[in-house]
């Protein structure tokens, strides 16, 4: 699977034009099934047919005091296990290398970087939670996030629905009644699960085994060969 700070190298078409491209950004510490399938479905909802679904593990995102608990590599090696036999998908470390540059991760400068790579024709959106659409208005640059790419917006709690989404937004007193419709128009149907990392974190500290449809079994043995998240450190595989 690609991973890297340079899009062109993994998706270019086969007349060297760029493909869709859904990006997917987050923290990802650590990958969890709902971040997976989610975007999957979302991929094959609002982008056109052979679009990539590339996910951008951030160094610290803005918005938060603390950075990730893992290693920025182990992040990196989660996504890769979790995103084993997915078709046309990618992991993107442009914003990992910045911030080794003394940038931080704001999604402005991701986006700038992704339509340099990309050009003006290809299609390019960024798949973005519900409750984070209602604060988008913090973002840094936000307006001209806008202007480079559009959102997919993924419902979750405690932005449930549509209603909320909108009451959300018009507390905000930044976006015009035109404005909230837009963000409405961009809501993707799909399943809503209450699944966060945080909760993860805390039942796999507590000794849990969170199975499959939490996290990804290959990504399950990688937190605990590696002692992440409070688990205890387990001894190396059998040889085969």
């Known amino acids: 699977m690609p991973a ?61 005091h603390l950075g990730p608990s893992a290693s920025d590599n182990q992040r990196v090696c989660m996504l890769q296990l979790a995103l084993a036999g997915v078709a046309s998908v990618a992991v993107w470390t442009e914003e990992i290398e910045r911030a080794h540059e003394g940038g931080a991760s704001f999604w402005v400068h991701t986006l700038r970087a992704a339509r340099a790579q990309l050009g003006p024709s290809s299609t390019l959106r960024f798949l973005i939670g519900a409750d984070q659409a209602a604060s988008f208005h913090k973002w840094k640059d936000y307006r001209e996030i806008l202007r480079l790419a559009e959102p997919v917006v ?30 409405i ?10 699944t966060n990392a945080t909760a993860l974190r805390e039942r796999l500290a507590a000794g849990e085994s969170l199975g499959a449809e939490q996290l990804h079994p290959e990504v399950e043995l990688f937190i605990r060969e590696h002692g992440l998240y409070g688990t205890r450190q387990q001894p190396d595989r059998p040889s085969k």
């Open 185 to 194: 128009d961009r809501i993707v149907e799909l399943p809503v699960f209450d």
């Open 4 to 64: 890297g700070a340079n899009l062109p190298d993994f998706l270019a078409g086969p007349a060297g034009d760029a493909r869709g491209v859904l990006l997917f950004g987050g923290t990802f510490d650590p990958p969890h099934s709902a971040h997976i399938g989610l975007s999957q479905l979302a991929r094959g909802t609002a982008m056109p047919d052979g679009s990539w679904l590339v996910f951008v593990p951030a160094a610290r995102s803005p918005h938060k």
């Open 154 to 183: 993924m419902l979750r709690p405690p932005v449930s629905d549509a209603h909320a989404l909108d009451s959300a937004l018009r507390q905000a007193g930044e976006w015009t009644p035109a404005d909230r419709a837009w963000w």
